[in-house]
């Protein structure tokens, strides 16, 4: 099969964490045979002009793509609904060429409840794709339900994590080969540290939390430079001094991150599916999470703590809880089972079911 993978978020060495997943998953289908073309977007950068730029380039390298070889594509896989779905659309209808949608969560929660048109334009997407992939189950019911998509053209598929890679380390020896303090407790986030990420919020949890010993590490990428100040700001009214911020990490880094540190917080407004959670069960580090979108069902069953959203003293607790709690808190045969079902074969497994469904389109 020749699969032309579409994405407005596609990773660089400038910018490693820019849309991972979804080279993660370009890789997993390279390795296993299938023929891989990406047309992505690879600069985060924002504002209009540097928007339209990029924007307006990308439709015209795929549009090229999808004609120089509108028979040889099996298929085309856009990842996000809306803008990437309408190349895939357009694409189908120009030069026949089938495709597959994978709904993330924030082209449901965002983008289409922007205005009218953009939800219209939403829906004909999802309606006219060989096949509708949600990474959660709540975006599988919006899908269904709101949109009215056929339940059989819709799968519940999550990325999927790399047990090679996250993977346990000894919290010591974790923390030796990162150069951070052998004692003391230590929560982690990993993600863009955006207000939706919950990340001022996190920092008021750890002001709840002071004279207990613990420190605050904050992994990843900062896009707005204007919050980001907001941010640090806030950490100084509140006399934080225990708060690192830490540039973003290639993914053996981050696992390491994981097992060197208690607990992995990720208190954000919203979350299609909440990877970064299920790479912390991975790499064996406790998580406390929002309890929205795809991480209430990641964090049910013992798997970690659910918090309400945008709740500091409830996240604090959440994280209080998590630091003291005994091993028989949390469900670790549950975890284990929740990883595996994520796992990469599985992953293979369904995508290669589904694209084949698709070739049958044609």
């Known amino acids: 099969?020749?699969?032309?993978?579409?994405?407005?978020?596609?990773?660089?060495?400038?910018?490693?964490?820019?849309?991972?997943?979804v080279?993660?998953?370009?890789?997993?289908?390279?390795?296993?045979?299938?023929?891989?073309?990406?047309?992505?977007?690879?600069?985060?950068g924002k504002g209009k002009a540097a928007a339209l730029r990029k924007y307006g380039a990308w439709a015209l390298q795929s549009s090229s793509r999808l004609f120089r070889n509108r028979k040889a594509y099996t298929v085309s896989h856009a990842h996000y609904a809306f803008p990437t779905g309408l190349l895939s659309l357009l694409g189908k209808r120009l030069f026949g060429v089938p495709y597959v949608v994978t709904v993330h969560g924030g082209d449901l929660d965002q983008m289409a409840r922007k205005n009218a048109k953009i939800r219209d334009l939403t829906k004909t997407i999802l309606r006219e794709a060989a096949h509708v992939i949600t990474v959660g189950d709540?975006?599988?019911?919006?899908?269904?339900?709101?949109?009215?998509?056929?339940?059989?053209?819709?799968?519940?598929?999550?990325?999927?994590?790399?047990?090679?890679?996250?993977?346990?380390?000894?919290?010591?020896?974790?923390?030796?080969?990162?150069?951070?303090?052998p004692e003391g407790r230590a929560v982690l986030f990993v993600g863009n540290i955006i207000r939706a990420k919950g990340t001022l919020e996190l920092a008021e949890a750890m002001a709840d939390l002071a004279g207990e010993g613990v420190s605050l590490?904050?992994?990843?990428?900062?896009?707005?430079?204007?919050?980001?100040?907001?941010?640090?700001?806030r950490i100084s009214e509140l006399g934080l001094e225990n708060i690192h911020f830490i540039d973003p990490q290639p993914q053996d880094r981050l696992s390491l991150w994981m097992s060197a540190c208690d607990v992995l917080a990720l208190p954000s407004y919203h979350e299609g599916f909440g990877l970064v959670a299920l790479?912390?069960?991975?790499s064996g580090i406790r998580v406390v999470g929002s309890d929205v979108g795809g991480l209430s069902a990641l964090l049910a069953d013992g798997r970690g703590i659910a918090v309400p959203a945008k709740d500091p003293r409830a996240l604090?607790?959440?994280?209080?809880?998590?630091?003291?709690?005994?091993?028989?808190?949390?469900?670790?045969?549950?975890?284990?089972?929740?990883?595996?079902?994520?796992?990469?074969?599985?992953?293979?497994?369904?995508?290669?079911d589904i694209y084949r469904e698709a070739a049958g389109n044609r």
């Open 1 to 21: 099969m020749k699969i032309l993978v579409l994405s407005n978020m596609y990773p660089t060495p400038e910018h490693p964490t820019y849309g991972i997943f």
């Open 23 to 44: 080279r993660n998953q370009v890789d997993l289908l390279r390795e296993n045979g299938f023929e891989v073309d990406v047309a992505a977007i690879t600069d985060p």
């Open 138 to 181: 709540r975006l599988y019911r919006e899908v269904t339900d709101t949109y009215g998509i056929q339940a059989e053209r819709v799968t519940v598929l999550s990325m999927g994590v790399d047990t090679d890679v996250f993977k346990p380390t000894p919290k010591q020896e974790a923390r030796e080969k990162l150069g951070i303090e």
């Open 217 to 233: 590490y904050y992994v990843g990428s900062r896009k707005d430079s204007g919050y980001f100040e907001e941010l640090r700001q």
């Open 279 to 282: 790479e912390g069960m991975a």
């Open 316 to 352: 604090a607790e959440g994280i209080r809880e998590a630091l003291n709690s005994g091993s028989d808190r949390f469900d670790h045969e549950s975890i284990r089972q929740e990883v595996d079902h994520h796992s990469k074969k599985r992953i293979l497994e369904k995508l290669t």
